[in-house]
């Protein structure tokens, strides 16, 4: 995380993190609003359904209870009235069927919330069919699908169900009663079919568009209104709840989130309504997102002024990164701005005293190193001409005791040549074809006192000869491996290619001679040659440096071979500025 401050331009590390930190402040405003309102409209929502569902309960009791008053009142007074089947009077038995249809009759007569009542007996008889009276035989209980709920009670509330009716299809929630006779005898089954509307209207009360249902104390649902969606495990869990009334924040499934509230009654039956709990939090939504849009745009124009501001602060420090990037082409201080009277005034004006200081001292260590080079290289220059000249005259002396004056004329011939390239009116720099003549004379010159026991070829590629080259780069190995290489030896032979190596080129000097001593490039006691070969690997040190240089590879009496790397080099004027310059470390 730190490590941003390092890296990041300050510009935006500075817009960035401003950004950052509004933003991530309000979503968690955003969000602790969200959270908050959500949870007190929960809370204000759950209170004001457990008082109206108390109050509905209540009526809900009430009017259950006179529907169970009822049934009882009527299993009394079927008894009382005594219906017998068996009875031998017509008659009679006339006159009690018509009691006892009355009797049911005028239970459904007192209240709208019965539609109909089906007496279940061993002998039915026939009723009017326009009427709310249906008799039964008694064996046809146990083919309702609702008998499992009164089986083994002597009265139960049966779940909604959808009878038919001389005005079609209706649904309706029964009360079922069974009948005993005074001896205990269970003879018959009284269902009072209620309204299923009249118990919704009960459930719904004065309110619209709610989602309530009512369980009984073995939670099965009774009866329902809107649309709850809820599942049994669900009711299982408020039925066993020992609360009168509560709530319960339902999240078992993400889509059916929900809020649940209850009511139970004395008989433990429960009255609930499920409220989805996007309705409840609409509102927070609703805040929360009219937050974040103020937010949003509070960030978008406090991001423009930051980024104005951050422009104002991080503009004269991209100045004066940028001009400090132009160190290498010395770029103008002068056009450094002079208006600036704050702390950044100081580091401009520090900054363009630095530059003038720099300027001057790298002119003047630029002058001082080239007069220096030019010193070292002219110096070493003048070690070679007449550490050759000697070793050159030497060689004529013992060819002018050795042989006819034909040979001495032909040497002589060849070392104009030698002496012509070697001066090169003050040059440092020689074409590679100047270099490679040089060596070829000194190697026929060497050729002329050793006859046939010495061979020599030179391989150069064409496109190498007009490239520039140090004088004198080459003759000193050449002379080294004749000297010494080849001292003591009846004949030897020497191997000089040139080839170009990407944009470098390469020099490579080969002998079969006797090969160097391991300390051949220390200094000796006594100041008795060795010149050469040190005197070729200071010059291009002094030119180049790293990575060009001098490399041999060599082993007594296994001969030696000398590479040289240097680069290429297409126009000497260059060299000086190039070499002598960017050079000055090494």
Request: hydrophobic content about 40%; overall charge neutral; charged content about 25%.
């Amino acid at each position: 995380m730190f490590n941003l401050f390092k890296r990041v331009r300050i510009g935006r590390l500075f817009f960035g993190s401003f950004a950052a930190f509004i933003a991530v402040l309000l979503l968690i405003s955003s969000w602790i609003s969200y959270s908050l309102t959500s949870r007190e409209l929960a809370d204000n929502t759950a209170n004001y359904q457990q008082d109206l569902l108390n109050e509905l309960n209540k009526r809900l009791v009430t009017q259950l209870n006179s529907i169970e008053q009822m049934s009882n009142a009527a299993s009394r007074n079927i008894d009382i009235i005594g219906y017998d089947p068996l009875e031998t009077d017509l008659f009679e038995l006339k006159k009690r069927k018509e009691d006892l249809a009355n009797l049911l009759a005028s239970i459904t007569y007192s209240t709208t919330m019965v539609q109909s009542i089906y007496l279940y007996i061993e002998h039915p008889f026939v009723t009017d069919a326009q009427g709310p009276i249906r008799v039964y035989d008694l064996k046809r209980v146990k083919d309702e699908d609702w008998f499992s709920d009164i089986q083994n009670n002597d009265f139960a509330w049966v779940k909604e169900r959808t009878i038919q009716t001389n005005k079609g299809s209706l649904s309706v929630t029964s009360f079922a009663r069974k009948l005993y006779n005074n001896s205990g005898i269970y003879y018959g089954l009284l269902l009072l079919n209620v309204k299923s509307s009249e118990i919704q209207n009960l459930i719904r009360g004065e309110t619209e568009g709610r989602s309530r249902l009512l369980v009984d104390a073995g939670g099965r649902t009774i009866a329902a209104i809107g649309d709850p969606h809820l599942q049994e495990s669900e009711l299982e869990k408020i039925r066993l709840l020992k609360e009168k009334s509560g709530s319960v924040h339902l999240k078992a499934k993400q889509q059916n989130e929900s809020l649940l509230v209850w009511s139970k009654s004395p008989s433990n039956w429960t009255l609930v309504e499920v409220t989805p709990w996007k309705s409840i939090v609409h509102g927070s939504i609703r805040l929360a997102l009219i937050l974040l849009t103020i937010g949003l745009s509070a960030i978008f124009i406090a991001s423009f002024f930051t980024f104005f501001i951050s422009r104002q602060f991080t503009n004269p420090i991209r100045l004066l990164v940028a001009f400090m990037n132009k160190l290498p082409d010395r770029g103008l201080v002068s056009d450094l701005p002079t208006d600036y009277t704050n702390e950044f005034g100081n580091l401009f004006n520090g900054y363009r005293k630095q530059m003038e200081r720099i300027e001057e001292l790298l002119t003047s260590l630029k002058a001082q190193h080239k007069r220096q080079r030019e010193a070292e290289i002219k110096a070493l220059q003048a070690m070679i001409n007449p550490h050759f000249l000697y070793n050159t005259l030497d060689q004529l002396n013992w060819l002018a005791i050795d042989s006819g004056q034909t040979k001495i004329s032909k040497i002589l011939s060849l070392m104009g040549k030698m002496f012509r390239i070697g001066l090169s009116n003050g040059e440092t720099l020689i074409p590679i074809a100047d270099e490679m003549t040089h060596v070829e004379c000194y190697l026929q010159i060497q050729q002329i006192r050793w006859g046939d026991r010495l061979a020599f070829t030179i391989t150069v590629d064409e496109t190498a000869k007009d490239l520039f080259i140090p004088r004198l780069t080459l003759q000193p190995f050449i002379e080294n491996a004749i000297i010494h290489g080849f001292h003591g030896r009846k004949k030897g032979e020497i191997r000089v290619s040139v080839q170009l190596l990407g944009q470098d080129i390469q020099f490579q000097v080969w002998d079969d001679g006797v090969g160097l001593r391991p300390d051949w490039d220390q200094p000796k006691a006594r100041k008795t040659g060795g010149y050469g070969l040190r005197n070729v690997k200071e010059r291009i040190e002094a030119y180049f440096g790293p990575p060009y240089g001098v490399h041999i590879t060599s082993s007594e009496g296994r001969g030696t071979e000398v590479t040289i790397l240097l680069p290429q080099i297409q126009n000497k004027e260059e060299v000086e500025e190039r070499y002598h310059v960017e050079n000055t470390h090494y």
